[in-house]
Every structure is written in C-alpha cells, then in structure tokens.
C-alpha cells in the first residue's frame, strides 16, 4: 500500500466507559497536573471518548471530585492509633498532614470547591474523640480540630506554592529581598539570610502540631496533698502534660514561637515572651 494513502478512520462506537476508569483518569490529572487542568473536556480526550459521554456517569465535575476523593479514601488503610489520647491526637494530626502531603490536589478541591470526601472523616472523628477524650466538650474539641485543620491547610498550600516556584528557574523575589538587607536595619534577618530558602524548605509539621496540641488541650488537675493545721487536705493543681515545671504559654504566644522552630523550643520562647520572667 503506498505509504501517502491514508488511515480509514474505525467505525463503531467509542471504547465503552466505566466509572472506575473516569476516576482512574481524573486521578491521574488531579496529581500530575492540578486541579485547575481537569476539566471535563479534558478528562475526555484523556479517555478518548466525548464529554457528552461521561454524563452517564457523573452528574458534574463536583460529583467527579466527590467520587475521586471517595475512591482515595477508600485506598488509604486505617492504622492503629495510641490509646493515650494526646499521642492520638497527635497521631491523627501527622497522619492527616501527611496523606494531603501526597495528594496536594485535595487540599486545593477542599478549599475552593467545599466539597468532601465522607470515608476519610474517620481521622477527623478521631481527633475530635482524642480532644474529648482528654477532658475537652465537644464543641471545645472542634476548636481544637479547626485550628490544626487550619495549621495544615496553609502549610501545604504554602508548600505546594514553593514547590511550584522552584519548579522555575531563577532566584525567588522573596529570597532576594532577604539577601538585600543588612545588619543596620534588620539584625536578626540577616544573621539567616544566606540560608532563607533552606530554613523555609525544613520540614517541621511534627514538632510544630505536637507543639500545637500541647497548647490547646486543657490543664489536667492534679492531686497533691497539703498541709493545713493539723489535718493534711487534697490541694487541685493544674499543669501541662510533660511541661510540669514550665510556662504555659497563651495559644497566640505557642503559635508564634512556632514560627521559629530552629532557634529554640516553645517552651524556651515563651520564657523570654514574658517581661516579669526575664531574668
């Protein structure tokens, strides 16, 4: 056959659809490329059928999220968790962190879109049993859940931004601003400019929502015999889990020294946070 005669294209329906390969698909795009290249359209040619055709599936592109989601959550084994429940909480917090680390994507359908995926709320009820658990009410304990939920979300989002800067060539404007200033007007900065990017870069999601938790879940009381006249009565104290001989700092004085984990512990920080304590 000559070699300029061309192809007949094939009659006959398109490759037939199944849901489980429109969310194979829209797996692969929402991991290799982001959330805001899916498209219908796009998932079509990714399957080599019409758009039109995956309405037989899915309702929307919402629903596709919803089902991708599911179908993530249903993937992800389910760990043993401690039974003490500050190292529970901390656990379920790490591993939250940790799953969106590997999909960015869900962060981003999360925030933007308001939707969930109902099989991965197990760690969620988790969380909030540990915070219970230790002696929180239920609505203190969705306190508890929504600032660490929040610590995680800008976290990643902030990551997932960087990472996507480095993937650029050429010196972040942030890095250079830094690099510019001097020991006259910013002392401190400077002492760090040249490492900016790597102080940025470390990892430090574990110390920082250990430390997170410890300074939300209560005071524990504890029991303490006491003299008084000639009878020794019980005297209730209340102190922090493993910081029995420190300051407790305020949430806000925790959340700054989190801030700035490489130059000493929270504990250290809000010692020199509090004027009356500087010695």
Known sequence: ??????????????????????????????QDEGLERLSMRRLANELGSAPMALYHHIRDKDELLVQVMESQ???????????????????????????????????????SDNLIGPSALWIVEEMLDAAIDYGHSADEAHHVYRTIWYYIVGNLIIRVANSRRRAH?????????????????????ATIADRWGELNA???????????????LPAR????????????????????????????????????SLCIPPYGSPAEFSVSWYPALRT
């Open 221 to 256: 009381t504890a029991v303490k015999p006491q003299r008084t006249g000639v009878h020794t009565a019980p005297v209730a104290t209340t102190k922090r889990p493993d910081r029995q001989d420190t300051v407790d700092p305020s949430q806000l004085e925790l959340f700054i």
């Open 73 to 111: 959550a249903r993937d992800i084994s389910r760990p043993a968790l401690p039974a003490d429940p500050r190292e529970r909480l901390i656990a379920a917090s790490v591993l939250l962190y940790d799953l969106l680390a590997e999909r960015p994507w869900i962060v981003e359908v999360l925030t």
């Open 1 to 30: 056959m000559p070699a300029n005669v061309p192809r007949s294209r094939r009659v006959g329906r398109p490759p037939r659809l199944s849901l489980e390969a429109i969310i194979d698909a829209a797996t692969r795009i929402l």
């Open 169 to 189: 060539p050429g010196t972040a404007h942030q890095d250079e601003v830094i690099a510019q200033l001097t020991a006259d007007t910013h002392p401190r900065l």
């Open 202 to 216: 470390r990892e430090t999601h574990q110390r920082a929502l250990a430390a997170m938790i410890d300074g939300l």
